[in-house]
DNA sequence: CGGTTACCCTGGATGC
DNA sequence: TGCATCCAGGGTAACC
């Protein structure tokens, strides 16, 4: 669930309290979680080590830590979390960091253990990693680098603006919120969009991320909190995720929630009103399964 | 290689 | 009431 909001909304909650402090020691109390680094060459790494500064990759929480210490790399993916005060759920932490000179630690919480924790004994070696798997931050790609990589590629713009390679930082909801400000339909093909509809997804972008940033993100159930255990509050002006049935604040048509091609298993939520569906995708050619798709 | 699907996980909601 | 099934949704491996 973190996207992009989320996971600068944890780093901003992190950073008062972890930039210049001193990890006592780091307590892994599921191994799973961990990718490319054994439990013990992470807490020898890290124990004694200063936390020189928190940042964001995309969706990824980084601490840079001292000189000749590397770098620890949270993914908290669908439910992780921090909490700096204790969680309500002990029986999901996962890892603890113990900070010198601060009574309490800091709690890495995640329902589901989808979350990942990586540690870099080179900062270089973490960054070549990154742009692997990664495009530009969605908060930074600039207009022409945007339309270049959605031009080159045969997918629909939905699963497009949600893939990390292309650009990094947009999930699920947020692939949804900024489609509907673009009034872009989200099964359009990315690369048969004009100019003018490629800047106002650019705009869009900007304007949705910052947006939820400014709310701290979206929250919902038992999932995303911010470091201080609140709610996000985005998801109460929103104008699409959680909201079938209910009228577009644009148009008063009732928003769907749907699925579309290429994006199987994830819904969607249009307003097919201020969204125009593709022809590709209308009448009675878009289906699978007899599921009418739009 | 680009695109798509299966799977990883758990718990709350829904269905019978 | 109890049990089975569905669903969420980021990311990667495997597949076509």
Known sequence: MPELPEVETMVRG???????????????????????????????????AVVEQVCRRGKWVVLILSAGAGLIVIQPRMTGGF?????PRPDHVRLIFELRGRRHPIWFCDTRRLGRVTWFPDPSAAERAFARSHGPDALQ???????ARLARTTRAIKPALMDQKVL?????IYAD????????H???????????QIAAIHRAISAVL?????????????????????????LASNNLYGR????????????????????????????????????SVSGRSGRIGGVALD
């Not at 680094?37 to 004694?48: H, N, R």
Request: glycine content about 12%; hydrophobic content about 40%; charged content about 20%.
């Open 14 to 48: 992190l950073r008062p309290v972890l930039e210049g402090s001193r990890l006592a020691a780091v307590r892994v109390l599921d191994a799973r979680l961990l990718s490319g680094c054994s439990a013990d060459s992470l807490a020898a790494a890290v124990a004694g």
């Open 83 to 87: 909490w700096l005060t204790p969680p």
């Open 141 to 147: 790609i600039g207009l022409d680098d945007l339309a």
């Open 168 to 172: 990094a930082g947009i999930g699920n």
């Open 177 to 184: 919120e900024i489609l509907f400000e673009a009034q872009i």
């Open 186 to 196: 989200p099964s359009r093909p990315a690369a048969t969009l004009r100019p003018t």
């Open 210 to 234: 910052w947006r939820a940033i400014a709310a701290e993100g979206s929250s919902f159930d038992a999932g995303y909190r911010t470091v201080l255990g609140l709610e996000g509050g985005f």
């Open 244 to 279: 079938e049935g209910q009228p577009c604040r644009r148009c008063g048509l009732a928003i769907r929630k749907t699925r579309i091609p290429g994006l199987i298993g994830r819904p969607t939520y249009v307003c097919t009103r201020c969204q125009r569906p593709p022809r």
